[in-house]
Antibody
Framework: EVQLVESGGGLVKPGGSLRLSCAASGFTFSSYSMNWVRQAPGKGLEWVSSISSSSSYIYYADSVKGRFTISRDNAKNSLYLQMNSLRAEDTAVYYC????????????????WGQGTLVTVSS | DIQMTQSPSTLSASVGDRVTITCRASQSISSWLAWYQQKPGKAPKLLIY???SLESGVPSRFSGSGSGTEFTLTISSLQPDDFATYYCQQYNSYSPKALTFGGGTKVEIK
């Protein structure tokens, strides 16, 4: 059974940093590109970042470019999101999600999602 | 970036109704469109990909159609489990890569 479990969320002050993790199991993690998608409270879904299976292709939404860094450790079956210079508008539930397409690149559509981890940016 | 516009934003319907949700892209995305269902407090669930391909395990009452800039998600006979919010998502853009979701359509009990 495919499982994605996020962790690392919490309350952080504006300008602060946080690192999210996503532990994957039930599939060959190193074969799939992965993504982060967020959802502000009561709002819609927003794509954040994508990373290919070998980390060769990395993409970011303009809203987080230069502040967030996506990475992965295939030996540990884990996906990460380093979030720096956090703003109030980054407050959201952050989901990790698996691409349903096996490709050299990343960022398609998502067949498995984690349960999400809440990040709250507030003073 | 490609903008995705869903309509309506809210839809009131009864069990057994045929329901149609529309998603329009600001430019052609060929058939590179997915549909998701989300229930409160839960992660989204993939329903349809490549505009009309049904994800494994999804009931056949769900169907998708369209290409270019206009797409529809149809539920042929609404069931109690289908009351949720639905999102479209385009995955056409490559340079730069920018995936975008529609604003969502909440399907409520009439």
């Amino acid at each position: 059974e495919v499982q994605l479990v996020e962790s690392g969320g919490g309350l952080v002050k504006p300008g602060g940093s946080l690192r999210l993790s996503c532990a994957a199991s039930g599939f060959t993690f190193s074969s799939y590109s992965m993504n982060w998608v967020r959802q502000a409270p009561g709002k819609g879904l927003e794509w954040v970042s994508s990373i290919s299976s070998s980390s060769s292709y990395i993409y970011y939404a303009d809203s987080v470019k230069g502040r967030f860094t996506i990475s992965r450790d295939n030996a540990k079956n884990s996906l990460y999101l380093q979030m720096n210079s956090l703003r109030a508008e980054d407050t959201a539930v952050y989901y990790c999600a698996r691409d349903d397409v096996l490709s050299r690149s990343a960022g398609y559509y998502f067949d498995y999602w984690g349960q999400g981890t809440l990040v709250t940016v507030s003073s | 970036d490609i903008q995705m516009t869903q309509s309506p934003s809210t839809l009131s319907a009864s069990v057994g109704d045929r329901v149609t949700i529309t998603c329009r892209a600001s430019q052609s995305i060929s058939s590179w469109l997915a549909w998701y269902q989300q229930k409160p407090g839960k992660a989204p669930k993939l329903l349809i990909y490549k505009a009309s391909s049904l994800e494994s395990g999804v009931p056949s009452r769900f169907s998708g159609s369209g290409s270019g800039t206009e797409f529809t998600l149809t539920i042929s006979s609404l069931q109690p489990d289908d009351f949720a919010t639905y999102y479209c998502q385009q995955y056409n853009s490559y340079s730069p890569k920018a995936l975008t979701f529609g604003g969502g359509t909440k399907v409520e009990i009439k």
